[in-house]
C-alpha cells in the first residue's frame, strides 16, 4: 500500500522561504512521476511542479523562477523548495506520487498526501 506524508507547512511572510517534504512509503509499480498540488479556499486542486523518472520537471507559470522540485533516484521522498513567497501561495499542499493505471493506458492514477497548510501573510 502506498502512503505519502508531507511535512514542512507553515506560516510565513511574503518574500520567505519554506521548504516541503514528502515520504513515499510503499512500491508504485509504474510511477508517471510525483510532486505536489494546491489548494486554495474556493479553488479547484492545481498542479504546482511535477518531476518524471528520468528527472524533467515542469513547474506552474505562477510559481517558475521560485519554487524548486527535487526527488531522490528511488523516488522515496519529493520536496519543495518554495521561494519569494507571495500572498498568492497561501493553500492546503498536497504530495502526490502517479501510477500508470491498468485500465485506462496512458493515464496516470493519483495517490495523495493528506495535506499542509501554507499561510504566507502580506
Known amino acids: 500500500q502506498v502512503q505519502l506524508r508531507e511535512s514542512g507547512g507553515g506560516s510565513v511572510q511574503a518574500g520567505g522561504s519554506l521548504k516541503l517534504s514528502c515520504e513515499v512509503s510503499g512500491y508504485i509499480f509504474s510511477s508517471c512521476g510525483m510532486g505536489w498540488y494546491r489548494q486554495a479556499p474556493g479553488s479547484r486542486r492545481a498542479m504546482v511542479a511535477w518531476i518524471m523518472r528520468d528527472d524533467s520537471t515542469s513547474y506552474a507559470d505562477a510559481v517558475k523562477g521560485r519554487f524548486t522540485l527535487s526527488k531522490d533516484k528511488n523516488e522515496e521522498w519529493v520536496a519543495l523548495e518554495m521561494n519569494s513567497l507571495e500572498p498568492d501561495d497561501t493553500a492546503v499542499y498536497y504530495c502526490?506520487?502517479?501510477?500508470?493505471?491498468?485500465?485506462?493506458?496512458?493515464?496516470?492514477?493519483?495517490?495523495w498526501g493528506q495535506g499542509t497548510q501554507v499561510t504566507v501573510a502580506s
Open positions: 502526490a506520487a502517479g501510477q500508470y493505471s491498468d485500465i485506462a493506458p496512458g493515464e496516470c492514477d493519483y495517490f
